[in-house]
């Protein structure tokens, strides 16, 4: 490791601590992405292409109820990394205990609410599928969200190693989680139960039980200043994890309904096997977003660490590599679309047959969010995160209907959505490195300095 330091000549600790948790990533997300791909091919054996699109459809909306810790998790995240930095590990655990405890509450209400609520739900409507799947469909949604709720509380352990730069770590235990899912899968085929119940179970009841263990491992052990305590818990923090948090929430909720939308909206407009279609190409060229992100997860704490510092040489240099990279995932993404059909028909076992201007759109989908999330990722570093609320909420409001008149009006059909995704994109781009520039410039100023 050392060897490489001084090959690629990082000179300073936090281009080294980048570095080894992007080095350590990168084998940990091939793992990852090698189970995402086996997965599917893997499901497909045992339920068809309307029940596959049913639960590539009750994925999104799982992704929806995912934002309801109000940004507890990202302003932690922010919080916590200032106190490591410091190294007041007091305030530290307050902030672990108090967020723990105000996620247990926000979760626990909502299982409440929802075991109360879910009989009068007409789920077949909402996923547009046969009446004959109503029983299954109506335990799928049942198992999933209530192991949800309970799953971002246990996964908050995460959040505590990207606060202390153990972005590899957060990485291996996602990667964790992806294999003993894989596993379940697998033992769900062989004992053939071909039921979205019992693929909702899997999906939702094992990332539980991994992030339990993990954090019962990290916090006796590695972490034990930081454990949760009750006896650390103090709810006047709430307010400060919350002033940035709620940010976070409103930009979450405007992202997911921006990029998450998608699924539900051609489940509606057309049939739920065109979701399948539309899911295949965005797994296949969100290869080289992966990637990406594998590099990005470390900048946001070491962002957060570099503006206690003072140290804004790092930011900007960093920016720069992070220009190149993409440029250079640029063109992998081109070679990527030019193999694409043949991919599609071994990884589909032919089953599958996306429209070459679909992938040409993922294509471009994925590289103009890539672009974004350079600078979104350093504004949420710095905690300035006032335009990409409101370029987000803009967004929002906008992207679905412009979606539907594109599928429709315009005809496009399925093709219409990621290219209205991407019109929506580019504003909020544009925007985000005019802030950028205006930051590390210090010349940003009212709403540019927020």
């Known amino acids: ?175 964790l989680v992806q294999v003993c899912v894989l596993l379940g899968l697998y033992l769900v085929k062989i004992l053939h139960i071909s039921s979205l119940a019992s693929v909702a179970i899997v999906y939702s009841a094992v990332p539980v039980i991994v992030f339990l263990t993990v954090s019962f491992i990290l916090f006796y052990k590695k972490y034990a200043a930081l454990s949760p305590s009750f006896y650390a818990i103090k709810f006047t923090h709430v307010k400060s994890l919350l002033n940035l948090g709620l940010n976070f929430f409103v930009i979450q909720i405007a992202a997911l309904i921006l990029y998450a939308s998608d699924n539900f909206i051609i489940a509606q407009l057309f049939a739920p096997a ?55 995932l640029l063109i992998c993404g081109v070679i990527q679309f030019a193999v694409a059909n043949p991919i599609y028909k071994l990884w589909t076992l032919g089953k599958v047959i996306v429209p070459l201007q679909l992938s040409g759109l993922m294509f471009v989908y994925f590289m103009v969010t890539n672009w974004s999330s350079i600078y979104s990722n350093f504004l949420n570093g710095v905690g300035k995160v006032k335009l990409q609320l409101y370029c987000g909420v803009g967004g929002m409001i906008f992207n679905i209907p412009f979606a539907i008149y594109l599928a429709k009006t315009c005809h496009m059909g399925i093709v219409g959505i990621p290219m209205a995704t991407i019109c929506t994109m580019l504003i909020a781009n544009v925007i985000g490195v005019i802030q950028y520039n205006k930051i590390v410039n210090g010349t940003a100023v009212g709403i540019w300095n927020k």
Not at 5 to 12: C, R, S, V
Not at 162 to 167: E, I, K
Not at 295 to 311: H, I
């Open 1 to 175: 490791m050392e060897i490489l330091n001084k090959l690629l000549k990082l000179q300073d600790n936090k281009s080294k601590t980048v570095f080894r948790n992007v080095f350590f990533s990168f084998f940990i997300k091939g793992i990852n992405i090698a189970v995402n791909f086996l997965t599917i091919p893997l499901v497909l054996t045992f339920l068809n292409t309307t029940q596959y699109g049913v639960w590539l459809t009750l994925t999104a909306i799982l992704g929806w109820f995912a934002l309801f810790d109000l940004g507890f998790g990202n302003g932690l995240r922010n919080h916590l990394t200032v106190a490591v930095a410091k190294q007041d590990f007091k305030e530290g655990k307050i902030y672990v205990s108090t967020t723990y405890a105000a996620l247990s509450v926000i979760f626990g209400s909502l299982i409440v609410i929802f075991l109360v609520i879910h009989p009068y739900i007409n789920w077949v409507s909402v996923f547009n599928a046969p009446q004959s799947m109503a029983g299954d469909i109506n335990y799928a949604v049942m198992f999933a969200i209530c192991f949800l709720f309970v799953q971002f509380v246990v996964r908050l352990i995460n959040t505590v190693l990207l606060s202390f730069q153990r972005a590899a770590m957060a990485d291996f235990t996602n990667s």
């Open 274 to 328: 065109q979701v399948t279609v539309y899911n295949i190409a965005f797994k296949y060229f969100s290869i080289v977003s992966i990637l990406f992100t594998i590099v990005l997860s470390p900048f946001w704490s070491m962002t957060t660490q570099a503006l206690v510092e003072g140290d804004w040489n790092w930011i900007k240099s960093s920016i720069k590599k992070l220009q190149y990279l993409w440029a250079g």
